[in-house]
Structures are given as structure tokens and as C-alpha cells.
């Protein structure tokens, strides 16, 4: 494998990661409600969410979703049932107030919002399907470990590295008491964002 070709796969995986989608939407709400730490625990979730695919990739899930069509529509299925049980959860709470971290609630646990982040990147199997795809054309068969590694790392790191800044973003006072203006219209775009994207997942 060329230093040309790595670098191809690291930029489009970057752009694909930055591309708005259901992590985008959790990690604003996170970083707005919960502030910084929390939402970067969640970073790394979906951070591992990613590798999580990619491996599956390097591994020949893709090939198997394509020979086993069943197995990737169940996956879909539970996946945009996940997605639209958070969307439900963000409509029907839309009007209640948000007691912020530190003012009398307490953020949910690094553990608790690293799993989170990686259950909602994990619900959707169609990166295994993007990740097969890149590494078809870029990542010949006979690919070192090394540069597999290498390749996952890089994965990994694109996601955490936008996703903190997400977080770091959002967390900030300004963005943080827009949402609070708006908390209840945010919610509930947010939650038919969320609703959208389950369904798109499951009907495509």
C-alpha cells in the first residue's frame, strides 16, 4: 500500500465523518446539556462505533451483507428502531426544562456516554458498507497489518477528533444558551432529524 492511497482513505473517511448524520445530532444535544467532558466521552464512543465498522470491513462484512441480504436488513431494522426510540424520547421530553450539569443535575457518566456514543454509531450498519467499499478500490488484499492498523487508527481518530470538536464547540456558553432559548423547537427538529435518519436507514 502507498503513503498516496492511505492518505486517500483517511480524507474520505474525514469528509464522510463530518457530513451531519445521527452522531451529529446526539453530539450537539450532549455538548449543550451536558457540557464538554460528557460529550467527548461520547466522542470516543463513536470513535469506536467507527472502528468498529471498519474492522467489520477489513474483515469482509460487506462482501457478507452482499451475499447474506437478510443479516444487513435485520441489522438496519434494529438500528433504525434504536434511532427512532431516541427521536421519541427527544419529542416527548422537548417541553421539559433541562437542568444543566452543575447546576443541580448531574451529567450521565463517561461510561454510560461512551456506550451511548457507540450504540448509536453501532446502529447503523451502512459505514461497514462505506468502509468496504473505500477499502475495495484503496486497500489491496495483500495490505500489511501495519498499514491495516494504521488505517484504523486513522478512522478512529477522525471520528473523535470532529466529534470533540463538536463538543467542544457546543459546550460553550454562547451555542450552549441558544439551545436553552430554544430548547423545545431544538428538541423536536432534533428528534424528527433522528426520526428521519431511522427511517432512511431502514427503507434504504
Not at 122 to 149: E, Q, Y
Request: net charge positive; proline share 6%.
Amino acid at each position: 500500500m502507498t503513503l498516496a492511497a492511505f492518505a486517500s482513505v483517511v480524507v474520505i473517511h474525514l469528509l464522510a465523518a463530518i457530513s451531519p448524520g445521527p452522531s451529529f445530532v446526539v453530539s450537539v444535544r450532549t455538548a449543550a446539556a451536558e457540557g464538554f467532558s460528557t460529550a467527548a466521552a461520547l466522542a470516543l464512543g463513536f470513535a469506536l462505533g467507527a472502528g468498529l465498522w471498519a474492522t467489520a470491513a477489513m474483515a469482509g462484512l460487506a462482501l457478507l451483507f452482499e451475499l447474506v441480504p437478510a443479516l444487513f436488513t435485520g441489522l438496519k431494522l434494529v438500528g433504525a428502531l434504536f434511532l427512532l426510540w431516541i427521536a421519541l424520547q427527544m419529542w416527548r421530553h422537548a417541553r421539559a426544562p433541562l437542568e444543566l450539569a452543575g447546576e443541580g443535575a448531574a451529567p450521565r457518566s463517561r461510561a454510560a456516554a461512551i456506550r451511548f456514543g457507540f450504540l448509536t454509531f453501532a446502529s447503523n450498519p451502512k459505514p461497514a458498507i462505506f468502509f468496504g467499499a473505500v477499502f475495495v478500490g484503496l486497500v489491496p488484499p495483500d495490505t500489511p497489518l501495519a498499514w491495516r492498523a494504521a488505517i484504523l487508527a486513522a478512522v478512529c481518530l477522525n471520528e473523535f477528533g470532529w466529534y470533540l470538536l463538536t463538543a467542544r464547540l457546543f459546550s460553550l456558553p454562547g451555542p450552549r444558551a441558544a439551545y436553552l432559548r430554544l430548547k423545545t423547537a431544538t428538541d423536536r427538529a432534533f428528534g424528527v432529524l433522528l426520526a428521519g435518519f431511522g427511517l432512511k436507514i431502514a427503507l434504504t
